[in-house]
C-alpha cells in the first residue's frame, strides 16, 4: 500500500492551513499552543487550535500524518442482523432481546436480508467490488455485554471490498477554494453489534442491557489516506450523507449509529510509516477531528523529545481535549478467529448468474439493487449547482443540514422566484434564524409554502427586499398569517405612484439634512445612517454585500436589489 | 399384539418401567406429568377419531441436550443443571406436533463429549444388556463368579441413556444426537437401531451443540421402521436453522426390498483394523456374504484418508467446542459462582465449577488450535483433511456403490471397570474410529443390531448412504434387519409384570384406542 504521502502545500502558503489544516504539513510545537484562525471555518471542525506556524528546523523534513479509519454503521432495520428482535433506540433495557440475542444454548443465526441489500447499497454507493460469496467468521473475547463470547463478523471475505469515498475540502480562505480528495474503502462488512455494560461505580456493579446486542452494522475500513483531523471528520460527513441518502443508516453519531475509531501515525516523508495507534469512541465529527489533531501532534511531540510511540489503544478525553491510554486491554488480544459453522456462505447474483427458477425471497439480486439506489450526495450537489446556478459551496450546505435541501426544493416547487434568490434566501435568511435560535429544519416555524409565497411577493415586485425581510420576521413568530396578509395589515406595498413616490423623497430629505450631504459609496450610505438611528422612513439604494456594515444580522445578506424603493419601516423592524 | 390400548395406559406402563429401570441411570428428568397431561389430549384425539399420524400416543424420550420447553435441559453439567429453556428445539417441537408423549430426557456424557455415556455429572449410563438373560447365562456358562452387579456394562455415548431408554423398553423412540457417533455407538451397544441423518436433512436448532458442522440429531429405535417414520416427522427445512435444506423433503416410507441384485455394497478395507474384535470381523463378512448370496454386487473400496480422521476431528471438535462454550459466562443463565471480585474472576470460577475436566480440556485445546499462531497449522490442515476424507466418499460412491457396510464398534460394550481403565479422549478416539469419518462428510449412516456375541451382547453393523439418500439407506437397512433376526432383549427376570410389554416392542404392532 502507498503511503499517502505529504501534498506539500506550494512554498508561501505555509500557513494556509490556518483555515483548514488539511493536506498540509504538520509541525513542531507543543499541541497547547493557539492560533487565532480569525474568520470561523464553513464547517465546526475546521479550526486547529493547536497547530502552531512554527518553521522547521534547516534541512529536517517536516512530519507527515496518517490517519486510517475503521467506522461502525449501525444499519436501519426493523430487526437484528440474526434474530427477529425489533430494533429501536432507547428503549426500555432488555426489552428487546430475543433468545439468540441473549445467546441461548442451542439457539442459531438466521440473516437478515434487509442487512445484506443495505450492505450491498452502501458497497455499491462507494465503488466497490461486491463479492459475490462472502463468508461469515466468529471473533472471540470474553466481555459481559458479549454473550455468546464472539461476534460474528466477516473476517475473511467480507461483502464488498476495494472502493473510494469522494470528499471536498476547502483548502484556502476563500469558501470556493475547495478540492476534491478520495479515501479508498478497504472494505465493507457485516457484523453483529454489542449490548451495552452500564458501570455502578459506586455499587460496584456492572448492569449489562442486551437491546443493541446483535444489530447488525457495516463496518467500513478507511485506508490511511487521510492526513489529518479536517480530512477525516469531512470524510466521516460524507460517508454520512451517503448512508442517510441510501437508507441503510441512520448514521447519527450521537444517537450511536455511527461510532469511528482512527489509527494515527506519523513519520518523515520518505521514512516508512511510523508506530500507530488507535483512538477509541469518537462520537462526533468534531471529536473526531480535535483527538486526531491531538494524537498527531502529541505523537509529534513524543517522537520530537525522543520518545516513542506505541502501539496502543487510546481514547479521546473531551472535556480535557486529549487523548489518554485505555486500560482495560492488558497483553495481547488474540482473537481466535474461526468461520462460522451454523451460516452457509453469503451468495450475491447478479441478472447474469441468478439462477433459473430461483425463489426471489431467497436470492439477492445486485443489479437490482443497483437499479434503486438513489441519487448520491455528490450527485445531488452537481444537479444543484447546475439545475440551479448554486455555487458548490452553497449545495454544500444544503445537503449538510439535516432537511434542509427537501425544504429548499419544496420552496422551489411552489414559487416563481429565480432559483438563486431562493437560494440566498433559504441559504442566508432562513438558515440564519434556524442557527440564530440552534433549531433543526424540522422546528422552523416557516413552512416551505409561506416562504414561497413571500418570495414571489418578491419577485412581483409587489414588496421590496426589506420588506421581504419583514415580512419573513413576522413569519417565524408563526402568528398563523401569510405573508400576503401581513403584507396587507403592515402596508409593505410597494408604492407604484411616481409622483406619491417623489413627494415622499422630498420630505425624507428635507426632514434629515444631516445624511444628505454624505456621498453614496464611501463606506456609509444614507440608507446605512438612517437605519442605525431608526428612523420611519429609509432611502436604500443599498448594496448588500454593504449591509453587514450597518450592524444588520451578517446572514440577512441580500441579492443586489436593482431599483429604488422606499419603505416604511416600523422600528422594532430591524433586529 | 396386546389388543388396543389407550395413550394414557401405554404412558403408565412406560412410566411404570422407566421406574423400574431407574438404576439404569438412563434418564436424568422424567417427565411423568407433562407426558401424562399429552397422553390424555392423545387419548381425546383417538376417541374423536382425530389421530395426528403414527406418533400420536407414543411415548418418546429426548437426550438431554435438546432444549425442552419448559423442562431442566442439564447437558449432563454442573454449568447447566437448573437451567431452564424457554422454548423447545425444533425437532423436539416436530415430534409434541405430531402428539408424541415427552417421557424424560435421558442422560450422557457431559455436553455430548464422550464415548461411554460415564462422564455426566449424574453417573454412568447401564447397559439394560448387563441384566438381560442371554448375557447372564453366557456369563454363568463362562463361570464367571465376580459379583454381577459390579460388572455391569457401559452404553457406549454420549446418547447411552437414549440408547437404554428404548432397549429397555421405556419408550418407542429416543432422539440422541450424533457428532462423531453418539448415536450409532450406543444403538450398537444397547442392540438398538441408530440412525444418524444427512447433516442438513434434519433442524439442529435448539440442540446444544457439540460441533456445529458436524452434529445431527439422531434417532434411536427398537426396528429400521421406526427410525424411518420418526425421520418422515423431523426431516425438513427449519427456517431457524440456515444449515438445513431448502428443497421440500417427501414422507419417508419404506418399501420392503425383496430383489437386492441392483444394489452395490462397498466394503473399505481401511475399516479392517487390527483392533476389529474377530467376532465382530466374523459378522461383518457374514453380512456381505449374506448380500452376495442374494444377488447384490459386493465391493471392496477404499477411503484413503480415513485413517486421518480422528486426529482431524480433534482439532476440529476442540476448536469449536472452545467457541461454542464461550457463551457458558454465568451471566445469562445457568451456573454462576459465588465470586464477585471482578467480572473476569467470576467467568473463571464459573467455568471452573461448571465444566468437568474433559470440557476444559477440550475448550483448552480448542483455544490452542485458533490461536493465530497456530490456526493454519492446525485449523485450516484439519479442514483441508475433512474435504479430503469427504472426497473419499464422494470418490466411492461416484464409482456405482450404493451403500458402504461397516462395522459400527471394535467390539460389543464392555463393562464400567474395564472401560474407565483408559480416560475420556483415548476411549472417544477408539470408539468413533468406524463412525466419525461419515459425520466429517454430512452422510446418513445407520447402525442395525446383528446378533449376539458369544457373551450374548448385541454387535451392530453400520451401513452408509450417499448425502440425502436416507431413503434409499433406510431400504437396504430394512432388509438387512428382516435377514438377521435379532433377538428381543429378555429382560423377564428384572421386569416380570410388565412382560406383556417386551412384544409389543415396535410402533407399528401398538394398536392405540
Known amino acids: 500500500m502507498a503511503a499517502p504521502m505529504l501534498r506539500w502545500c506550494c512554498p508561501g502558503r505555509r500557513f494556509a492551513f490556518a483555515r483548514v489544516g488539511c493536506g498540509s504539513c504538520h509541525r513542531r510545537g507543543p499541541p497547547t499552543g493557539s492560533t487565532s484562525n480569525g474568520k470561523r471555518g464553513q464547517s465546526s471542525v475546521a479550526q486547529q487550535p493547536h497547530i502552531t506556524a512554527q518553521k522547521p528546523r534547516k534541512g529536517e523534513p517536516e512530519w507527515a500524518a496518517v490517519v486510517g479509519l475503521e467506522i461502525h454503521a449501525q444499519i436501519a432495520s426493523n430487526s437484528k442482523l440474526f434474530s427477529g428482535s425489533q430494533v429501536c433506540f432507547a428503549a426500555p433495557p432488555n426489552s428487546l432481546v430475543s433468545f439468540f440475542d441473549a445467546s441461548l444454548p442451542g439457539t442459531l443465526p438466521v440473516l437478515n436480508r434487509r442487512c445484506v441489500e443495505a450492505a450491498v447499497m452502501t458497497g455499491l454507493a462507494l465503488d466497490c467490488h461486491i463479492n459475490r460469496k462472502s463468508l461469515f467468521d466468529r471473533k472471540h473475547y470474553f466481555y459481559a455485554d458479549l454473550p455468546a463470547g464472539y461476534q460474528i463478523t466477516q473476517q475473511r471475505l467480507p461483502i464488498a471490498v476495494n472502493g473510494s469515498l469522494a470528499y471536498s475540502v476547502y483548502v484556502g480562505r476563500k469558501p470556493s477554494q475547495m478540492v476534491t480528495r478520495t479515501v479508498r474503502v478497504k472494505q465493507i462488512q457485516l457484523e453483529q453489534d454489542s449490548g451495552k455494560s452500564l458501570h455502578d461505580d459506586l455499587r460496584s456493579q456492572t448492569l449489562i442491557d442486551l437491546n443493541r446486542a446483535g444489530i447488525g452494522l457495516l463496518e467500513l475500513v478507511l485506508e490511511p489516506d487521510m492526513s489529518c483531523g479536517e480530512e477525516a471528520a469531512t470524510a466521516v460527513r460524507e460517508l454520512q450523507l451517503i448512508l442517510q441518502a441510501l437508507g441503510t443508516s441512520q448514521a447519527n453519531m450521537a444517537e450511536g449509529q455511527l461510532r469511528v475509531d482512527a489509527n494515527i501515525s506519523v513519520h518523515r516523508p520518505g521514512e516508512p510509516l511510523g508506530i500507530r495507534t488507535e483512538v477509541k469512541n469518537l462520537n462526533s465529527a468534531r471529536f473526531l477531528a480535535k483527538a486526531i489533531d491531538y494524537e498527531i501532534q502529541r505523537q509529534i511531540n513524543e517522537l520530537e523529545n525522543g520518545g516513542e510511540i506505541l502501539n496502543e489503544t487510546r481514547s479521546f478525553d473531551f472535556k480535557l481535549g486529549c487523548t489518554v491510554p485505555m486500560r482495560d486491554k492488558e497483553g495481547k488480544q488474540d482473537y481466535r478467529f474461526m468461520p462460522e459453522p451454523n451460516l452457509p456462505p453469503l451468495l450475491l447474483y447478479d441478472s447474469g448468474s441468478l439462477p433459473s427458477g430461483a425463489d426471489p425471497q431467497q436470492v439477492i439480486n445486485i443489479d437490482q439493487l443497483r437499479e434503486r439506489l438513489p441519487e448520491l450526495p455528490r450527485v445531488t450537489r452537481q444537479r444543484l449547482v447546475q439545475q440551479y446556478g448554486m455555487l458548490p459551496e452553497h449545495s454544500c450546505v444544503l445537503l449538510n443540514e439535516v432537511g434542509l435541501l427537501e425544504f429548499f426544493q419544496n420552496v422551489i416547487k411552489e414559487t416563481r422566484a429565480e432559483p438563486k434568490k431562493v437560494t440566498s434566501w433559504v441559504l442566508n435568511t432562513f438558515l440564519g434564524f434556524l442557527k440564530q435560535q440552534n433549531l433543526a429544519v424540522s422546528e422552523s416555524p416557516v413552512t416551505p409554502s409561506a416562504l414561497a409565497e413571500l418570495l414571489d411577493l418578491l419577485d412581483r415586485k409587489a414588496i421590496s427586499a426589506p420588506a421581504a425581510k419583514q415580512v419573513f420576521e413576522e413569519l417565524w413568530r408563526n402568528e398563523g398569517k401569510t405573508p400576503a396578509q401581513i403584507v396587507a395589515e403592515k402596508k409593505l406595498e410597494l408604492l407604484q405612484d411616481p409622483e406619491a413616490l417623489e413627494q415622499l423623497c422630498r420630505s425624507t430629505l428635507e426632514a434629515h439634512p444631516d445624511v444628505v450631504g454624505i456621498p453614496a459609496g464611501r463606506g456609509r450610505h444614507a440608507g446605512a445612517v438612517a437605519s442605525g438611528r431608526r428612523p420611519p422612513l429609509l432611502l436604500s439604494p443599498c448594496s448588500p454585500a454593504e449591509l453587514p456594515d450597518n450592524g444588520w444580522p451578517g446572514f440577512i445578506r441580500d441579492p443586489p436589489i436593482n431599483f429604488v424603493s422606499f419603505q416604511l419601516k416600523s422600528r422594532d423592524a430591524i433586529r | ?513
Not at chain 2, 444427512?198 to 426396528?223: A, E, F, K, Q, W
Request: aromatic letters at 8%; charged letters at 20%; glycine letters at 8%.
Open chain 2, 1 to 513: 399384539d396386546l389388543g388396543q390400548i389407550t395413550p394414557t395406559e401405554l404412558c403408565q406402563r412406560c412410566l411404570s418401567l422407566i421406574k423400574k429401570t431407574k438404576f439404569l441411570n438412563a434418564y436424568i428428568t422424567v417427565s411423568e406429568e407433562v407426558a401424562l397431561k399429552q397422553a390424555e389430549e392423545s387419548e381425546k384425539r383417538y376417541k374423536k377419531g382425530h389421530s395426528l399420524g403414527d406418533l400420536d400416543g407414543i411415548p418418546i424420550a429426548v437426550k438431554d441436550n435438546f432444549s425442552t420447553s419448559g423442562i431442566e435441559t442439564t447437558c449432563a453439567s454442573n454449568m447447566l443443571k437448573g437451567y431452564v429453556p424457554p422454548y423447545n428445539a425444533t425437532v423436539v417441537q416436530k415430534l409434541l406436533d405430531q402428539g408424541a408423549l415427552l417421557m424424560g430426557k435421558t442422560n450422557l456424557d457431559e455436553f455430548a463429549m464422550g464415548s461411554g455415556s460415564t462422564d455426566g455429572i449424574f453417573g454412568p449410563v447401564k447397559n439394560p444388556w448387563s441384566y438381560s438373560k442371554q448375557y447372564r447365562e453366557k456369563r454363568k456358562q463362562n463361570s464367571h463368579s465376580e459379583n454381577e452387579d459390579s460388572n455391569w456394562l457401559i452404553t457406549g455415548g454420549s446418547s447411552g441413556g437414549s440408547a437404554a431408554a428404548v432397549s429397555a423398553f421405556t419408550c418407542f423412540a429416543a432422539l440422541g444426537s450424533d457428532t462423531g457417533g453418539s448415536t450409532r455407538n450406543p444403538a450398537a451397544h444397547c442392540g438398538v437401531v441408530g440412525l444418524k441423518p444427512s447433516y442438513g436433512l434434519v433442524s439442529r436448532h435448539g440442540l446444544i451443540p457439540l460441533v456445529n458442522s458436524m452434529d445431527v440429531p439422531g434417532i434411536l429405535t427398537r426396528c429400521v421402521d421406526d427410525a424411518a417414520t420418526v425421520l418422515g416427522v423431523l426431516a425438513g427445512h427449519d427456517p431457524k436453522d440456515s444449515t438445513t435444506i431448502q428443497d421440500p423433503v417427501k414422507p419417508f416410507t419404506l418399501p420392503s426390498l425383496t430383489d437386492v441384485s441392483k444394489l452395490c455394497i462397498g466394503i473399505p478395507k481401511e475399516y479392517l483394523t487390527p483392533e476389529l474384535s474377530s467376532e465382530v470381523q466374523s459378522l461383518w463378512s457374514k453380512a456381505a456374504n449374506l448380500f452376495e448370496s442374494e444377488g447384490a454386487k459386493v465391493t471392496e473400496v477404499s477411503l484413503p484418508h480415513t485413517s486421518y480422521s480422528i486426529v482431524c476431528y480433534h482439532v476440529l471438535c476442540t476448536s469449536e467446542v472452545a467457541s461454542n462454550m464461550a457463551r457458558f459466562d454465568g451471566l445469562e443463565y445457568g451456573h454462576r459462582c459465588d465470586s464477585d471480585v471482578s467480572t473476569e474472576a467470576m467467568y473463571a470460577a464459573t467455568r471452573r465449577e461448571g465444566f468437568n475436566d474433559v470440557v476444559r480440556g477440550r475448550i483448552l485445546s480448542g483455544n490452542f488450535f485458533l490461536l493465530k499462531e497456530n490456526y493454519e497449522n492446525y485449523f485450516v490442515k484439519a479442514q483441508k483433511v475433512r474435504r479430503l476424507i469427504a472426497n473419499d466418499f464422494v470418490n466411492v460412491f461416484n464409482s456405482g456403490v450404493d451403500v458402504l457396510l461397516t462395522p459400527t464398534t471394535l467390539s460389543e460394550a464392555v463393562p464400567y471397570t474395564e472401560f474407565i481403565k483408559e480416560d475420556n479422549r483415548t476411549r472417544s478416539a477408539q470408539d468413533d474410529i468406524f463412525t466419525q469419518a461419515v459425520n466429517m462428510a454430512g452422510l446418513p449412516a445407520v447402525s442395525v443390531p446383528v446378533a449376539l456375541s458369544s457373551q450374548g451382547l448385541p454387535i451392530g453393523l453400520q451401513f452408509i448412504g450417499r448425502a440425502f439418500c436416507d431413503q434409499q439407506l433406510l431400504i437396504v437397512a430394512k432388509w438387512f434387519e428382516k435377514q438377521v433376526q435379532f433377538p428381543v432383549i429378555q429382560l423377564q427376570e428384572l421386569m416380570d409384570d410388565c412382560s406383556s410389554v417386551f412384544e409389543n416392542e415396535k410402533l407399528a404392532s401398538v394398536s392405540l384406542k
